[in-house]
């Protein structure tokens, strides 16, 4: 190879890099996760301001974002961890493939949950109840993420 072909490569090599590490450095079926999570917490985030009076009560908008959470749980995530999917930057642990029942629980839970915050805003529920069934499904998503993401 000519040199000259070299320092191309190194360069569009670099140049690659570049673009990657603008979207966080994540591609593939890391970066779908990351996404995913990311639309999750956009939507958990929502309902938490509205639940903590920083934003206007809207059962409407709630049973929305429990439905979009729901959609992003369960099969849907569980998907999103093919065995052996670490690559960098994932924050991902390699124990849920060893303990996959537990995880694929988490994401369970996490969809039943969702759906029941959605079913109660939907219902008109006082804002205590959905207050309760929010903390729940946000103790999956600490669960989960204490056993199995790892802060690198
Ligand atoms: C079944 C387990 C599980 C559940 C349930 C779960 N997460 Fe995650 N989450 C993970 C793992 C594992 C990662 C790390 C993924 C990676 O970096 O490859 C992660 C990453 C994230 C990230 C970082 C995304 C990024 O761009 O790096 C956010 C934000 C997040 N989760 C939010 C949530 C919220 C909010 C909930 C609950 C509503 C939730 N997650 C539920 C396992 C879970």
Not at 47 to 66: F, H, P, S, T, W
């Amino acid at each position: 190879m000519k040199l000259s072909h070299v320092l191309w490569t190194i360069a569009a090599g670099i140049a690659g890099l570049g673009a990657a590490w603008a979207h966080g450095g994540a591609t593939g079926i890391v970066k779908e996760r990351m996404d995913a999570m990311t639309e999750i917490s956009r939507n958990v985030k929502l309902v938490g301001q509205m639940l903590k009076g920083n934003a206007a009560y809207d059962g409407v908008e709630i049973a929305r974002a429990g439905q979009a959470i729901a959609t992003h749980a369960g099969d849907a995530m569980i998907k999103l961890f093919p065995e052996g999917s670490l690559k960098a930057p994932s924050e991902a642990s390699p124990s849920i493939w060893n303990e996959w029942t537990q995880f694929s629980g988490y994401a369970d839970s996490l969809q039943t949950s969702a759906q029941s915050l959605k079913g109660l805003a939907e219902q008109g529920a006082d804002q205590k109840a959905v207050a309760a069934a929010f903390g729940k499904m946000a103790g999956t998503c600490k669960a989960c993420h204490e056993a199995f993401r790892i802060k690198k």
